[in-house]
């Protein structure tokens, strides 16, 4: 069964501080990853997205790591604002006939001034 | 260029009740995916609809039904309604049929409440 894992469930720090979330997966055939931000209530907004061969990928202050050989994957995100508090979904591709999406329960992020 | 939109934004019904959800797609996509988001959980896939036909299911019952059209817009259809069906409804366009994975927008969803 396809699953992705994320971790930590929340994490809440100050702002100006860095973080980093988790996510750990069993999908195969693999195609592709892709961290989300989703806003309460709101549609989730792509981040990053990474194939196979892509180990790590920057999207301003996000980075996103890759390692395919242990199906993990992390979201580092630097200098934090408190406009990054939001869920972080972590979302497998599984390359088959059509493009079936499975997603990570998400890691809430909460930032304090 | 338009993004996804879904309508209405937000819906309450009563258990027993049928609902039709709205998703317009964004330009240039012709598939559409829905999935269900219950509160505190990540998305779960309920289908996906290429060239108006339905091309991927996910685990959820035969009252879950949907449609899409000539314009590629599409609707969700759920009938009996229970109170376990309250959730947000995300609805995401791509170009082509998303085999890679790539392209897909989301619209900001239907928050369904079922009293």
């Known amino acids: 069964k396809n699953q992705v894992e994320q971790s930590p469930q929340s994490l809440i720090i100050l702002e100006g501080k860095n973080c980093t979330l988790q996510?750990?997966?069993?999908?195969?055939?693999?195609?592709?990853l892709r961290w989300y931000k989703q806003d309460t209530g709101r549609g989730p907004v792509s981040l990053t997205i990474m194939t196979f061969s892509e180990n790590t990928k920057s999207n301003g202050r996000y980075t996103a790591t890759l390692d395919a050989d242990t199906k993990q994957s992390s979201l580092h995100i630097t200098a934090s604002q408190l406009s990054d508090s939001a869920s972080y979904i972590c979302v497998v591709s599984a390359r088959t006939s059509y493009g079936k999406l499975t997603f990570g329960q998400g890691t809430i992020l909460t930032v304090h001034p | 260029e338009t993004g996804v939109t879904q309508s209405p934004t937000h819906l309450i019904k009563t258990r027993g009740q049928q609902v039709t959800l709205r998703c317009s797609s964004q330009?240039?996509?012709?598939?559409v995916s829905w999935y269900q988001q219950a509160l505190g959980q990540g998305p779960q896939f309920i289908f996906q609809y290429y060239r108006e036909e339905e091309n991927g299911r996910g685990n959820f019952p035969p009252r879950f039904s949907g449609l899409q059209f000539p314009n590629y817009s599409s609707e969700l259809n759920v009938n009996a309604l229970e109170l376990d069906d309250s959730a947000l409804y995300l609805c995401?366009?791509?170009?082509?049929?998303?085999?890679?994975?790539?392209?897909?927008?989301f619209g900001s969803g239907t928050r369904l409440t079922v009293v």
């Open positions: 995401a366009s791509s170009p082509g049929t998303g085999g890679g994975g790539y392209g897909y927008t």
């Open positions: 330009s240039g996509h012709n598939t």
């Open positions: 996510c750990n997966y069993t999908v195969s055939p693999f195609s592709n």
